[in-house]
């Protein structure tokens, strides 16, 4: 150990680490687990600070990881290889390519969180201006820090001027009502006349309202892929390298 509560240092690791954060889960034998963000991850192993670490838990302590990635359950066994006041530090048993795999996969994920999605008519998701009646907008793009939505001019909206702060409640079926404060950027006309887009920046909102923001992001990512149709030729284009073009892959007309 490198110091009380400190990770290992670089010079021990078999590979380097990229801060990335991830929810995962933690098993252990006897019924014990525990959650936590990962804090950092390399193609071998994570570094997490869990809110709690269960009693019996030591270096070398075995056990499994679970998280969730593109709507699968992964699980992977590994054991523990820095216990300290900062986190915990595991390492995966024989799986190191498919953590390695999986991870870029999360990491992908989680990229596409950040940039957000297109938000579509039959996704049902609206915003109420709170306190006012009749201040409804139909969202249509989301990131984890602005939302788009697209309303109709009225009275009790207000001129929505840039820079005014702006409160809301964000509804979807079958889900939780996410309460949202934000500062306007600016309102621009719609896509049917009479109709104006505003485009709110998130200030202010609390941690777990974030992480329900980027849950309903990934959630809309998976109903994206679960729309489209799979085309075996769009594989063969993508894994055939820039020096062996797929005959499948189309030229620009």
Known sequence: MDGAGQPPSRSRRRHDRMGFRYRVELEFPGGKSMSGITRDVSLNGAFLAPAFIPHGVR????????????EQRKTFPFRVVHLGESG???????????FAMTMS???????QVDLGVEVLENDCIRVIRDRQVGCEGR?????PGH??????PAREWGELAAGS????????????????VGVVRGARGGPIDGEKVCTLRLRDIKEAT?????????????KRLRETPFRAE??????SGADRPSATRSRPS
């Open 165 to 180: 702060r702006l409160e809301l409640t964000l509804t979807q079926p079958k889900c939780p009502a996410l309460p949202l």
């Open 59 to 70: 270096e070398g302590s075995s056990g499994l990881l679970h998280m969730i990635v593109l």
């Open 210 to 222: 974030v992480d329900a923001l980027r849950e309903r992001i990934r959630m809309l990512h998976g």
């Open 105 to 111: 996969a999360s990491i992908l994920q989680e990229t």
């Open 88 to 98: 915990i530090g595991i390492e995966m048993h024989n799986q190191g390519e498919n």
């Open 234 to 239: 769009s594989t063969t284009a993508f894994s």
């Open 139 to 143: 969202v249509v793009k989301i990131t």
């Open 147 to 152: 939302i788009e939505f697209v309303f109709l």
